[in-house]
């Protein structure tokens, strides 16, 4: 279908100290034990698109990911890393690798998402519209610690009221205005020119940028070039192509180029016939009213497709997006985990060994190899491979990765231990993250507490 | 017209043609032929079969160079894999820069890849790489961020033939390929012995099922090919032809299979069983709608609503239809397109991408291939939107052509022949047609005149805007109609060319008609009765019309005439999505129907089109000249040859 599909996986983001480190990059994170890069590559690989593009920030994250990659996806999958420098950006990320896109359309798709939302729709809907660029919102997914976790009264629980502002037309197809909810204080600038064409705008915050875009080529790459100053793709491309989409720079580039070759004037008198017939045979969007109001105007469209609310979709941006992924995959959206669960709702590897008198409860996932003592409960929680856990331990809401041993007497709630990280006896961790390889000492209790090395 | 479907009730023998009415008249044939697939391509269009012998896993891995820069195939991972000329184990992958591959060559050594090894290459490599001058000069230019090589780190070794219908041929075993490749080998005269056994089953088999039980077909089956295999002398042949038979079926619905049982396109969707094998082919999810009329039943009708997001979610599943035909196919299933002439074009236009991208398969004809591959894009398009007669016309065009290729044209002489004869259709048949028309019937609009139009047809349209350039002095009443509202477009155009309109809704028609001294109007086709095929709410006006006397010109491309002969609008007719009409666009306050939508005692019903007996046209305008209704047959008898030779 002439598309290419690039993934931007990211690197060591910032965002989530102390999950990610030099060994985990942003990508290889576990969600349900599996690395969550693996979710986005899986949907795409169930819609038949097995052509990647992943591009990693920084050498290392590169070469961690792309092996992985390799092992994961032989045969399966053709798949391409590149490395970019750190901290150049979505933007900048696309700018390196723009001499390798050659293909019509472009599909870019954030590495951290979890979602079952088919990407073709939205390649479809761009295509249907031949716009410049098409941009997927999706419902804003509940965030904050599971009903059963409780109290925990920390700020994350009332999370920023909105994300994304967006402006949309009255047939919700396009896509008007765009802002971070985060950045608007008081007031805002609409452009006149959009409103008066568009007649009427609707403004939305219960949508959500997600970060899967379908861009023509020729556009994107015009923009980075023409911009060297853009850095991000969400805060300057795309705010960028919306505000300009009624006085566009870019040139879309079939409407010159297609006219040129025809030297007889009854054949370019002919074109012209023939696309005034489909253009009228089709309701005009607002863009093309606006162009034949004014001569000479040039416009793009900036489409949007709304994903249907059933479907799942979230980002893991955020240590509190790490929990509810964690807790939604083996949860309320376990379809996208590819694991079978058993008849308690709840996976065991069978090669996990139980103590006597310890309950693994619904939603929970104990991975291969791992150990529990007596007496221990485990409720809505992930565990990764090869633990060691002691007795008398209470996990709940919390996610131990591979290899973390954790000492009698214990008691987890919403927290996350890294991998080969070491709780001594009787620690008590709530709203805690223990960074790889850390070692908590016997006996404290924690609240909302990061442990890592300075 | 709901009261005039009894005739026996009307008095006035007028009206009596518009009635419902059993018509006896047989249908003619040729719609039927347009898209039944040539039953002898059926042979030519089996699935590719791969040329890599499957087993043959030698254990040095080949580097695959990245296929999207070497080629501009659309398909790049069948690319990649068809370049492979042995097959990687899957365990053993390694890193490879591109700077191995400078020309995309497929003969990579093994020595020269660097195993593991991850090199970053920048914008030397970049330059380097062939075919992407502008765009590696683009990346130079912005220098802030150095350029990034690629590396592959995961390649696919799936055999062309898997990798095309990847969706029901993975789980098949290798029995297959192996029969596969074996049936291939095959000359001639063995296929005639595999025929000729096969035939021997089959008559065995039944010389047999005489004397077996009455049992199910399975078991009969089964039967057949125990009696089969001692039967023949050539045993394993036999047994290769048989299991390649079962395996093509297992493959789920190949193009092969869709193609063969396109949809009918009058087929009749009362009938149960038809209806379920069709939706099984079916590309596009079909729900059909539960509140139906009665009356229409036998008219395709979906769950509006259901059948895009579907299609849109399948987006990269389709790998069979090409980029521009599935656009078009999303642009009738939205309504983004349509109209006779416009969906026509748009048609035509994609086939044309479809014939420029077009390359014969190795070992099959241009000609079949071709054809068959129009038919399966033919029969998408069904399914988006049934198709209208002037397609159909197009569509026979465009087998005619293809299926009259000489033999000894090379693949591109034959190709660019074929898109210069759909370019020509378009410019002569639509474009040069309308130009005709206009110049006819602009003679007939005078000064002072009020014309009278109905709904948005394209060749009136460019009626008045001719006229208007003449400086004829006249206005112009447009009368349009819930819930497409087409003719608000046409009034906006005519308004920014400085027309005077009036502009009304159909139920004013009798109190307009009053001042209207001509009256134009467009059509979908003309039958060879003469009956106009046209938008709903046309045979209204043109009865108004004749009722105030008033005459009525139908403007119509000779492109759009057909053979067929109909009565009523019922037997044929098109039903659009029936929550339009119970909602008003942009009004959420007009809810009166909500909650109705789904209660069993009230039907919607929203037809497409209308037919307007010929007693009420006044004067067809077409291409051909200003014909009264009647001569409608003789065009269709003395150019319809000619339309298909050109």
Redesign the interface.
């Known amino acids: 279908m002439d598309f290419q599909v690039v993934i931007l996986a990211g690197g060591f983001s910032s965002n989530l100290v102390p999950l990610v480190s030099k060994e985990v990059p942003k990508a290889l994170l576990p969600v349900a034990n599996r690395p969550v890069l693996s979710y986005v590559l899986d949907l795409l690989e169930s819609n038949n698109l097995k052509d990647l593009i992943v591009v990693v920030e920084g050498e290392d994250a590169a070469l961690k990911v792309g092996g992985w990659i390799s092992a994961a996806c032989v045969d399966r999958l053709h798949v391409e890393v590149a490395a970019v420098a750190e901290n150049v950006g979505t933007a900048g990320a696309l700018r390196a690798i723009a001499h390798h896109l050659t293909a019509k359309d472009i599909l870019i798709v954030s590495g951290d998402i979890v979602s079952d939302i088919p990407p073709g729709a939205v390649a479809a809907t761009h295509r249907r519209h031949d716009a410049a660029v098409t941009v997927m919102l999706c419902a804003q997914p509940v965030s904050g610690p599971s009903e059963s976790g409780g109290s925990s009264g920390k700020d994350k629980t009332k999370k920023p009221a909105c994300e994304d502002i967006v402006g949309l037309d009255s047939w919700k197809q396009f896509l008007l205005y765009i802002a971070k909810g985060t950045e608007i204080k008081k007031d805002t600038r609409v452009k006149k020119s959009i409103l008066c064409a568009a007649g009427k705008m609707e403004l939305r915050s219960d949508l959500m940028d997600s970060h899967i875009y379908a861009f023509k080529r020729s556009v994107l790459q015009e923009v980075l070039d023409q911009k060297p100053a853009f850095r991000s793709l969400k805060q300057d491309v795309l705010p960028y192509l919306v505000r300009t989409q009624l006085r566009s720079d870019v040139s879309s580039d079939q409407n010159n180029v297609e006219e040129i070759g025809n030297g007889k004037d009854n054949m370019q008198n002919n074109e012209v016939v023939l696309s005034q017939i489909l253009s009228n045979a089709s309701l005009p969007s607002f863009h093309q009213v606006y162009e034949s109001g004014l001569d000479s105007r040039k416009t793009h469209k900036c489409c949007v497709y709304i994903a249907d609310e059933s479907k799942f979709f979230v980002r893991l941006n955020s240590i509190q997006a790490f929990m509810d992924v964690n807790r939604d995959v083996i949860g309320d959206a376990n379809h996208l985990s590819g694991y079978s669960f058993s008849a308690h709702h709840n996976i065991v590897h069978p090669s996990a060994e139980l103590g006597s008198k310890t309950t693994v409860g619904p939603h929970c996932m104990l991975g291969e190899g791992s150990q529990v003592g007596d007496k221990c409960s485990v409720k809505r929680s992930v565990i990764g491979r090869h633990c060691r856990i002691g007795s008398n331990v209470k996990i709940v809401n919390s996610v131990v990765m591979d290899h973390a041993t954790i000492g009698d007497g214990c008691s987890i709630q919403g927290s996350v231990i890294c991998s080969n990280a070491q709780l001594q006896e009787r620690v008590t961790l709530r709203d805690c993250q223990v960074e790889a390889g850390y070692i908590v000492c016997a006996g404290g209790e924690h609240k909302g507490e990061t442990f890592a090395r300075k | 017209m709901e009261s005039r479907r009894n005739p026996r009730a009307v008095v006035d023998p007028k009206v009596r043609q518009v009635g419902f009415f059993t018509s006896s008249q047989p249908d003619s044939s040729s719609t039927q032929q347009q898209t039944e697939p040539i039953s002898a391509s059926a042979s030519a269009s089996s699935p590719p079969v791969s040329t890599i012998s499957p087993s043959g896993n030698s254990l040095s891995p080949v580097m695959?160079p990245?296929?999207?820069?070497n080629s501009?195939d659309?398909f790049?991972?069948r690319n990649?894999a068809a370049g492979a000329t042995s097959a990687?184990s899957?365990?053993s992958?390694s890193?490879s820069n591109r700077r191995d591959f400078p020309d995309g060559s497929t003969t990579a050594s093994p020595g020269r890849h660097s195993r593991g090894s991850?090199v970053?290459s920048s914008a030397p490599v970049?330059s380097s790489?062939p075919g992407?001058g502008m765009?590696?000069m683009?990346?130079a230019?912005?220098s802030?961020?150095?350029?990034?090589?690629?590396?592959?780190?995961?390649?696919?070794?799936?055999p062309p033939g898997l990798a095309e219908n990847?969706s029901g041929m993975e789980v098949q075993s290798d029995q297959k390929k192996n029969s596969k490749s074996l049936k291939e080998k095959t000359t001639k005269a063995e296929r005639r012995a595999i025929q000729e056994a096969q035939r021997a089953a089959k008559a065995a088999a039944k010389a047999d099922g005489g004397k077996v039980p009455p049992g199910t077909s399975a078991s009969l089956a089964s039967t057949s090919v125990k009696v089969a295999k001692p039967a023949k002398p050539s045993t394993q042949k036999n047994e290769v032809a048989v299991s390649a038979g079962v395996t093509e079926k297992k493959g789920g619905p190949s193009e092969k299979d869709r193609k063969k049982d396109a949809p009918h396109p009058r087929m009749q969707y009362d009938d149960e069983s038809r209806v379920v094998k069709a939706k099984r082919r079916a590309v596009v999810k079909q729900t059909e709608a539960k509140n139906r009329v009665e009356l229409f039943r036998h008219l395709p009708q979906y769950e509006h609503g259901t059948q895009l997001?579907d299609?849109?979610?399948?987006?990269?599943?389709l790998?069979p239809m090409h980029?521009a035909v599935?656009?078009v196919g999303?642009?009738y299933l939205?309504?983004?397109?349509?109209?006779g002439?416009?969906?026509c074009?748009?048609m035509l236009q994609a086939f044309q991408d479809v014939i420029k991208d077009y390359s014969t398969p190795p070992e099959k004809n241009l000609n079949r291939d071709m054809t068959s591959k129009i038919s399966s894009y033919v029969s998408f398009l069904i399914e988006c939107r049934p198709l209208s007669i002037s397609m159909g016309n197009a569509i026979r065009f465009v087998k005619n052509r293809i299926a009259k290729l000489p033999i000894t044209l090379s693949e591109s002489e034959a190709k660019a022949a074929l898109q210069s004869d759909i370019e020509r259709f378009?410019?002569d048949k639509?474009?040069?047609a309308?130009m005709v028309i206009v110049k006819h019937a602009v003679t007939k609009i005078r000064d002072g005149d009020v014309l009278l139009t109905y709904g948005?047809p394209?060749a009136v349209?460019?009626i008045l805007l001719h006229a208007h350039e003449l400086k004829k002095k006249f206005r112009v009443l447009v009368v349009d109609s819930r819930p497409k509202l087409e003719g608000q477009?046409l009034l906006r155009?005519l308004i920014?060319r400085g027309i005077s309109c009036t502009y009304t809704h159909i139920n004013a028609i009798s109190y307009i008609m009053h001042e209207v001294t001509k009256v134009f109007l467009g059509a979908s086709s003309v039958l060879s009765n003469g009956t106009v095929y046209s938008r709903v709410g046309t045979a209204c006006v043109a009865m108004v019309a004749s009722a105030f006397r008033v005459p009525v010109l139908l403007c119509c491309e000779a492109y759009k005439f057909h053979e067929r002969v109909q009565l009523d609008s019922i037997c044929s007719n098109e039903l659009g999505d029936p929550n339009a009409i119970s909602k008003v666009h942009?009004r959420e306050d007009i809810n009166y129907l909500d909650g109705l939508t789904n209660n069993a005692n009230l039907q919607f019903l929203n037809l497409m089109y209308d037919a307007t007996p010929s007693d009420y046209i006044s004067m067809i305008i077409t291409d051909y000249g200003m014909v009264p209704p009647t001569s409608v047959p003789v065009i269709v008898r003395e150019y319809q040859k000619e339309h298909l030779l050109v």
């Open positions: 695959i990245p296929p999207r820069l501009s659309t790049p991972l990649a990687v899957p365990s992958f890193y991850f970053k970049a790489l992407i765009d590696s683009a990346a230019k912005s802030s961020v150095p350029a990034s090589g690629l590396t592959t780190v995961s390649v696919v070794t799936m990847a997001p299609l849109e979610a399948k987006f990269f599943q790998d980029p599935y656009k999303l642009q939205s309504g983004d397109i349509s109209g002439n416009a969906r074009i748009a378009i410019n639509i474009i040069g309308d948005s394209t349209e460019m477009l155009r920014k942009g």
